[in-house]
């Protein structure tokens, strides 16, 4: 049996951002240096730079721009053979070829109780017809905007004609990986349930091949929490609920095996429609030879780290909050955030607040590389999250022997398991007094102590590298194996 | 429920943005990152679990209305003045020309060397027109989805096609010059510097109003205009020869700020350039390329008919025609005027067509499309009103003025105001069309519009006078507005799909 082949899909993560998902995929690929990797990767634009190197097992890298190009679904840079599809897509082609599928699609995509059978389907169907055909010329043909309309008006969902045509323009956009051609590989591996997620039906459906799931953050749960905030009417939001949902669900369905962080993940990959059965918990592991405890370099201020990319859901703003209630205990308390900025209003936003709370001398703002290096150089690692999965930060302090104080979000309370304070989230004054208790608290630096050599001992039992990659390899071999004998049945049959 | 409802779950003042939750999904997810656990949720609601206090909040919440905001929008007057942005250089040119009897091109110079500047002015309009709009196409696509690496990047290399074009089209001139003697020598090489020079300045300016930093190519025109002064009168330098490194200097300047605005949209933007060839940029802005060069072939075809009308005992086959070019740049003042309008009015229903479509559902497609119409007509009536009203004016007041002399130039301002009228339906419609991704509507229209241009104009200059140049001018650009009115009512049958078409 020759190497095990696996697509790895991600969206707005793995090569072109920083962030948890991208480290996960850079682990997983590393380490499991007996498998060959195909990379295809969603991003927002196409003039993102790679943040990760692909390792040598990597025998393609695919960067798939939604967004920010002239047509979706057409290369820029090869131009040549899209136009000898768009010659090939006629009117009458449109209609007779690819409105079936499209129309077969749509009151999946539309309604709450999609049907994961029906739309797999028809999006097999739009993809073997996209492979002669554009997709830009037919996604944007008369018949198709009719029927998305005919669609709509026969869902319960209440467009207007202005958000009719902002939703079916960013069906077009989302829709364009259906005239992406994958490669063909023993298993699919996609990184989140959403439209990452689509290549690993296609593929099942059309190769054969296998097709794992996993979730760090839910998709849909972020999108929900992405959408209160983002000012599209009721009914857009209604609209890229239920497409999103539909996605989601199909993805269940066709995965052969769905893993998750943690309990808290599990729920509510359930409540969306997921297979218990197929549900498994792998932890993520982080390697012990690059994080270990290293003797502190002596420091003039108690210093308080958060490694986090600056968005709303990292609560930096809580943070901040906190840092002022501490700082009235410990004048010369330092508080390092180091991340990249995900979001500048937000950053401005909390840049504002350092001010009006007079912390310009205990905030600071910066980037690293060395990781490593910023949790010894710190008294203990703040998590102030909103929402998480299994976050990498937690595990690396924890092997660092950097005492942790988080937010109770996701399975950070499963992770820490009373080797560190978990907090109420969004709450500054309660935040304040566990960073207090640890910096000023009666016997502050044997508690830390304590807490850092029981984090070490739990992180190096559950959470290393070496358990994360075997469970993966397993998982494929598993699967390799299974779909080796499914073949030879059918062969005997 | 006797508890107060979580404040995630109701609308804040500093957050504007707040919508009620779509289900108990969503509002779940908003308790949980509001630090609403299950613990909390007992604790505090008495509700078991965060799912059921979820559960007993989701109706009341859902009752809050959330406020709509008004979408931003500039004035009228802000929009015509945008629009008309790009003539300002021309107005300082007019400025220059009365304080000091010339600008940075033109003014009391021999025939011949006004023959050499018309003739290198138009061939560096139509030598760049076309790459000047294929950029811009472009280059607004890639800064509309903040990809300034990349537009900085397309700019550059269509503006080194652009010098290519020029030397290569100078080269061409001159020899053609030469060899039918269309100009006597120096005076061929005066329009080949005058087509380089120019074809510079446009090219920069092009980049500056894709930018919408107008203000900056007026800024250029000054400091040219101050150079040519400063040489011409300071240091006796030959008019031309001053008004060459004067174009040159402007040209510079206009450079130094695009290189200056590019530079910071791509700081702004961050990222890369995105690979791609050059055979992409001309497959996706060929239409604007050609829509560049044909329009100004359509605009100075009749110049150019006018100028070549044989002239017995004449030194050379071209010929300026002084009271013809005055007739035209008079009724050009008043295209300009008009011109103002195409943005402001273009802008208008854009934003007509989105608040119409916010306040109608799916089954009164019929209705939009009636709406939608009716702006279509009001403001094409508003564009007819407007061209009577400058044209009526501008001839009331150079019939006060000893600006044309003769019956022959009164009857070419009568025929290039009506034809600048025609052109500035033409290019509202233009707007409309590029607008809703149809450049092959316009293309169709202009192309017949400059054969007929050419061909009644050839015909009437060489069996009549050459003032008869301005009647091709007219019908061709009557012909352009009428097509690309019919384009425009034909789109409107179906203006919801072609609106959703021209984006994505």
């Known amino acids: 049996m020759g190497k095990t082949s696996v697509l790895i899909t991600t969206e707005g993560t793995y090569p072109c951002y920083s962030g948890g998902v991208s480290v996960w995929c850079d682990y997983l690929m590393r380490h499991l240096n007996d498998v060959t990797f195909h990379v295809f990767a969603i991003t927002h634009a196409p003039s993102l730079q790679m943040k990760f190197a692909c390792p040598p097992n990597v025998d393609s890298c695919v960067l798939h721009p939604m967004w920010g190009t002239e047509e979706p679904g057409t290369s820029e840079s090869g131009f040549a053979e899209a136009h000898q599809r768009k010659l090939q897509t006629q009117e009458a082609v449109v209609a007779s070829k690819f409105v079936p599928h499209f129309r077969a699609a749509l009151p999946s995509l539309l309604s709450p109780d999609s049907k994961p059978d029906v739309l797999a389907a028809a999006l097999v169907g739009l993809h073997q017809y996209f492979r002669n055909h554009d997709y830009a010329t037919s996604m944007r043909s008369r018949v198709a905007w009719e029927a998305f309309l005919d669609a709509v008006a026969a869902s319960d969902l209440k467009l207007d004609l202005h958000e009719a045509t902002q939703c079916m323009r960013w069906m077009q956009r989302y829709l364009s990986l259906l005239a992406v051609q994958y490669p063909s590989v023993d298993v699919v591996h996609s990184s989140m349930a959403g ?128 840092a002022a209630r501490v700082r009235d205990q410990v004048p010369e308390v330092h508080f390092r955030v180091l991340g990249e900025v995900a979001d500048g209003d937000y950053f401005q936003e909390c840049q504002k607040l350092v001010e009006e709370h007079r912390l310009t001398g205990n905030v600071s703002f910066s980037v690293t590389r060395d990781a490593a290096t910023a949790y010894s150089e710190s008294d203990l690692l703040c998590v102030p999250s909103l929402s998480e999965g299994l976050p990498y930060v937690v595990i690396e302090a924890m092997l660092s022997g950097c005492p942790v104080v988080a937010t109770d979000v996701g399975d950070v309370a499963y992770l820490l398991n009373d080797t560190g304070l978990v907090v109420t989230p969004n709450d500054p004054n309660e935040l304040a007094t566990a960073l207090l208790l640890l910096l000023t608290g009666p016997d502050a630096e044997n508690l830390r102590a304590s807490l850092a050599r029981s984090a070490l001992e739990r992180a190096c039992k559950y959470f290393t590298i070496a358990q994360f990659s075997n469970s993966f390899r397993n998982i494929y071999q598993e699967l390799a194996f299974e779909q080796t004998t499914a073949c030879l049945s059918q062969a005997a049959s | 429920m006797n508890k107060p409802l979580p ?362 499309i009636r709406q939608m119409k009716e702006v279509y007509a009001r403001r094409s009536a508003g564009f007819l009103a407007v061209a009577a009203l400058t044209s009526v004016g501008l001839y009331t007041a150079v019939a006060h003025t000893t600006l044309l002399t003769n019956g022959q130039s009164y009857t070419a301002l009568i025929w290039a105001l009506f034809g600048f009228s025609a052109l500035a339906v033409a290019l509202w419609n233009t707007s409309l069309l590029f607008r809703l991704a149809q450049p092959s509507d316009v293309l169709g229209a202009l192309i017949p519009a400059i054969l007929l241009n050419v061909v009644l104009g050839y015909a009437l200059t060489r069996l009549g006078a050459y003032h008869y140049a301005a009647v091709g001018f007219t019908a061709g650009a009557l012909l352009y507005a009428m097509l690309t009115t019919r384009s425009v009512l034909r789109r409107m049958q179906s203006i919801d799909y072609y609106y959703f078409a021209s984006a994505s």
Not at chain 2, 253 to 275: I, M, N, W
Not at chain 2, 284 to 290: C, D, N, S, T, V
Not at chain 2, 335 to 360: D, E, P, W, Y
């Open chain 1, 195 to 322: 439209l990452a997620g689509i290549p690993g039906v296609l593929c099942k459906m059309e190769q054969g091949s296998s097709y794992v799931l996993t979730e760090h953050g839910i998709h849909l749960r972020e999108l929900y929490l992405a959408l209160s905030k983002c000012g599209y009417s009721a009914q857009s939001r209604r609209f890229l609920i239920r497409f999103h949902h539909a996605v989601t669900r199909m993805n269940y369905h066709f995965t052969d095996v769905v893993t998750t962080l943690g309990e808290f993940n599990r729920s509510w990959q359930v409540r969306f429609g997921a297979n218990p059965t197929k549900i498994r918990v792998v932890p993520n592991g982080v390697d012990p030879g690059r994080f270990y405890p290293r003797p502190s370099p002596p420091r003039k201020r108690p210093t308080v780290l958060t490694m986090a990319r600056i968005f709303r859901l990292k609560g930096i703003d809580v943070l901040i909050r906190a």
């Open chain 2, 7 to 368: 404040a995630c779950l109701k609308p804040r003042a500093d957050d504007p943005r707040w919508a009620p939750p779509l289900d108990v999904n969503d509002a779940v997810v908003r308790l949980e990152t509001a630090g609403i656990t299950d613990a909390v949720a007992e604790r505090e609601y008495g509700q078991r679990t965060t799912w059921q206090l979820a559960e007993a909040c989701l109706p009341w919440s859902r009752m809050f209305v959330t406020a709509v905001e008004p979408e931003p929008r500039r004035s009228a007057v802000l929009e015509y003045l945008s629009g008309i942005s790009f003539s300002f250089s021309l107005l300082l040119c007019c400025l220059a020309m009365a304080l000091f009897r010339f600008s940075l091109w033109g003014g009391d110079v021999s025939a011949n060397m006004a023959a050499a500047v018309g003739l290198g002015t138009v061939s560096s309009f139509i030598t760049t027109g076309g790459i000047v709009q294929a950029m811009a196409r472009r280059g607004i696509f890639l800064i509309s989805v903040e990809d300034g690496a990349t537009a900085e990047a397309a700019c550059w290399r269509w503006v080194r096609l652009g010098i290519f074009c020029l030397a290569a089209s100078g080269l061409a001139l001159l020899t053609l010059a030469r060899f039918y003697t269309w100009l006597p020598a120096p005076f061929d090489l005066a329009a080949v510097a005058f087509h380089l020079s120019l074809g510079l300045l446009w090219l920069a300016t092009g980049i500056l109003h894709m930018l919408e930093r107008n203000m900056w190519s007026a800024v250029a025109t000054a400091v040219g205009t101050l150079m040519v002064v400063w040489l011409h009168r300071a240091w006796r330098i030959e008019l031309a020869a001053a008004q060459v490194v004067g174009i040159l200097i402007a040209a510079a300047v206009a450079f130094s700020a695009c290189f200056f605005f590019l530079r910071d949209r791509r700081r702004k933007h961050g990222g890369c350039p995105r690979p791609q060839s050059f055979a992409f940029d001309t497959y996706i802005a060929w239409p604007h390329f050609l829509f560049g060069t044909f329009y100004y072939l359509l605009v100075f075809s009749d110049r150019l008919l006018a100028w070549t009308v044989p002239d017995i005992g004449a030194p050379s086959a071209v010929q300026f025609r002084g009271d013809y070019e005055t007739a035209l740049d008079i009724a050009l003042f008043g295209f300009i005027l008009q011109a103002g309008n195409v943005r402001s009015s273009t802008v208008a229903f854009f934003h007509k067509l989105a608040s119409a479509q916010k306040q109608l559902g799916l089954s009164r497609r019929s209705v939009f």
